[in-house]
């Protein structure tokens, strides 16, 4: 499972950011090192250059190894393979649908009942 990440050592790496190869937490950060926040396309590669690449935990220990050894010149160039990333376009794609999803038919309905218990309590104190 992607949540199950017990391979890693204690605050290894668990991303590389592509515009300057430094280590990061997780893709979608902002890289500490160069300020890079991925987005779109760069944001498939951020995931690509990730143990997140991967939902099978060998895999993911595998690719973690893989990246800890790079160096920093060779993320930075890595030659991302085509149909890799055609996969985790959609992978990426439908997390972000998802997650939308998600704010409107939990998000919205949880603040308006948030509001309304705001209003009962704000009425019977005026």
Same mark, same amino acid.
């Given at each position: 499972m992607v949540e199950d $990440?017990?391979?890693l050592e204690d605050h290894q790496? &668990?991303?590389r950011c592509i515009r300057c190869g430094d280590e990061k937490f997780q893709p979608y950060h902002r890289c500490e090192s160069c300020r890079f926040e991925p987005?779109? $396309?760069d944001l498939v590669k951020s995931v690509y250059l990730s143990v997140? &690449?991967?939902e099978d935990a060998d895999k993911q220990a595998h690719w973690a190894e893989a990246l800890k050894v790079l160096t920093k010149d060779e993320i930075v160039h890595f030659t991302f393979a085509s149909e890799e990333m055609k996969r985790l376009h959609t992978f990426v794609g439908d997390l972000v649908k998802t997650g939308? &999803?998600?704010f409107w038919f939990v998000g919205i309905p949880l603040i308006a009942a948030i509001m309304g218990l705001t209003w009962a309590v704000f009425a019977k104190t005026f």
């Open positions: $990440d017990a391979f790496s &668990r991303a987005q779109n $396309d997140w &690449r991967y939308g &999803r998600h």
